[in-house]
C-alpha cells in the first residue's frame, strides 16, 4: 500500500476511507486489501472504502469488507459505460447474502448487463447469483434470469432485468444463491455494466 496518501477514520461509525493516487494504469490490488485487513485492526467492519485516483482524474471506489471480499465502482461521472465488480475470493465458494457489502452508485444509469467469471468450473450444480438494488432483486419477479454460471463453465452473462435503472445514491448488493454440488466453484467475479445517462 506504498501509494497511500491519506487515511481517515469516522469514530462514530467506524468506516475508514483511504485516499489512493498512483499512475495510470496502475490499480490497487486485491492482495493490497486482503493485507491491509490483516494489518490494521481498525479495518474490522465491512465498512471499509478506497477512493483511488489514476492521475487522469478518473477516481475509482474500492470496498473491502472484513472477509477479504472487494468490491469496486467508478466514480467518474461522464456519460457511458460505467462497471461494478464484485470479488469473493473464496477458494470454496459458499452460498451466502451480502457478500461483498452495500456498494454505493453516485451517478444515474441504465443495468446493460451482469456477467460472472469463476476460477474453478462448479460441478453437480450450476453457481447463481443475484444482484440486489437498495434490498430487492433486479431480477424480483423472473428469478430465472438471474447470472448463473452452468456446470463445467466457468462464465455466464444476463442482459434481462426486472428492474435496470440506476440513480445516484442507490447500491448494490451481491448475494450467492447457489454453488456446485459436488464442486462448489471458486473465487468468484460478478460484473454489473451501467450506461450513465
Not at 82 to 107: M, S, W
Request: with cysteine.
Amino acid at each position: 500500500m506504498a501509494r497511500n496518501t491519506g487515511i481517515r477514520l469516522d469514530r462514530v461509525t467506524g468506516e475508514v476511507t483511504i485516499y489512493h493516487e498512483g499512475p495510470v494504469g496502475t490499480l490497487p490490488t486485491l492482495q493490497d486489501f486482503v493485507e491491509l485487513s490483516k494489518d490494521n485492526t481498525k479495518l474490522r467492519s465491512d465498512s471499509v472504502k478506497m477512493i483511488y485516483d489514476d492521475g487522469a482524474g478518473v477516481k475509482r471506489l474500492y470496498f473491502v469488507t472484513s472477509r477479504g471480499n472487494l468490491g469496486y465502482t467508478s466514480l467518474s461521472t461522464t456519460v457511458g459505460p460505467a462497471y461494478i465488480y464484485f470479488v469473493v475470493p473464496e477458494a470454496t465458494l459458499t452460498v451466502g447474502l451480502n457478500k461483498v457489502g452495500r456498494i454505493p452508485v453516485d451517478f444515474s444509469g441504465t443495468i446493460t448487463e451482469v456477467a460472472a467469471t469463476i476460477s474453478t468450473a462448479p460441478a453437480g450444480a450450476a453457481i447463481i447469483c443475484d444482484v440486489g438494488k437498495n434490498g430487492t432483486s433486479i431480477w424480483n419477479s423472473t428469478p430465472a434470469n438471474r447470472i448463473s454460471i452452468l456446470e463445467s463453465a466457468q462464465t455466464g452473462v444476463s442482459t434481462t432485468f426486472d428492474t435496470s435503472a440506476i440513480v445516484a445514491d442507490d447500491y448494490l448488493t451481491l448475494d450467492v444463491v447457489q454453488v456446485g454440488s459436488s464442486t462448489a466453484g471458486s473465487k468468484l467475479v460478478v460484473r454489473v455494466n451501467i450506461e450513465k445517462s
